[in-house]
């Protein structure tokens, strides 16, 4: 059985992540947020799985250290790391934005990811073994209007993913990513908007992917034979263009 380590697995992708890898009875689950009530309901509800808990802030490195250092051991040998926690923060100019907004976005996105490579893929190349997978976005390879420090933080995301892979390529490592559209069943948009709900209503006129629609991408990526490795898979919905081209004529793949 092999152990998968999912970072913000308390909603969204991570949740729906979560949900689909323990469904394969095929692995044990790592299971990092900050909320862990979060985390302990999706353990109640994932009860024939082997789960272990991690409660820490990505953005922080000693806590990212304590809590590696205290798994189990039977949950000691990370097989993929799953780099899904992240998040935007407002929708301003450059010259408008939010010191805080930035700082919060650039600390997650992408220090919160380094941290956990680094910590995890110290393992990985001793045992000349193991798998990373990034969530990148549509905004790391197209950026719009008033998403300035949010697409840079996914640009870096697409550009580390490239150059960590280049690094650990000698170790038989495999890295790879994720780089969704627009998703709905996440906290993507209240939390971008700091839980304005009017302003989070961003998918009322058109079909968005859903978090089981990305998790079902990263399952295909970590479940490929030993000697294949999906670089990168960009997903949109149909209705989704580009980063901000989105046909709005209506959520016209909804069930009737």
């Known amino acids: 059985m092999k152990t998968i380590l999912i970072t ?3 909603s ?3 949740r729906a992540t979560a949900k689909l890898f323990a469904k394969s ?3 044990q689950l790592i299971l990092c947020a900050r909320r862990i ?3 302990e309901q999706l353990k109640l509800e994932l009860k024939d799985t082997p789960i272990h808990l991690l409660q820490f802030d990505v953005q ?5 250290e304590q809590a590696i250092q205290s798994i189990p051991d039977t949950f000691s040998t990370v097989d993929i790391l799953l780099n899904n926690a ?3 923060l407002g929708l301003d100019t450059i010259d408008e934005g939010n010191l805080t907004h930035w700082n919060t976005m650039i600390d997650t996105n992408i220090k919160g990811l380094l941290y956990m490579t680094k910590l995890l893929s110290r393992k990985m190349v001793v045992n000349k073994s193991g798998h990373i997978i990034n969530i990148c976005s549509t905004a790391g390879k197209d950026v719009y209007p008033k998403g300035n420090v949010y697409c840079a933080t996914k640009f870096a995301v697409d550009a580390l993913t490239k150059a960590i ?3 650990l390529v000698p170790y038989n490592i495999r890295v790879s990513q994720v780089a969704p559209g627009h998703v709905e069943e996440t906290e993507f948009a209240i939390t971008r908007f700091e839980g304005d709900v009017d302003r989070a209503k961003i998918y009322n006129d ?3 992917l859903t978090s089981r629609d990305v998790a079902e991408a990263i399952y295909f990526i970590a479940t490929r034979p030993a000697h294949v490795n999906i670089q990168d898979i960009l997903i949109t919905p149909t209705q989704q263009a580009s980063a901000s081209l989105i046909n709005r004529s209506g959520r016209i793949y909804d069930p009737e």
């Open 206 to 208: 058109f079909n968005p």
């Open 8 to 10: 913000g697995a308390s």
């Open 86 to 88: 992240g998040l935007a």
């Open 12 to 14: 969204g992708i991570g």
């Open 25 to 27: 009875k095929d692995f």
């Open 60 to 64: 922080d490195f000693k806590a990212c």
């Open 37 to 39: 009530d979060k985390l």
């Open 165 to 167: 892979r280049q690094d």
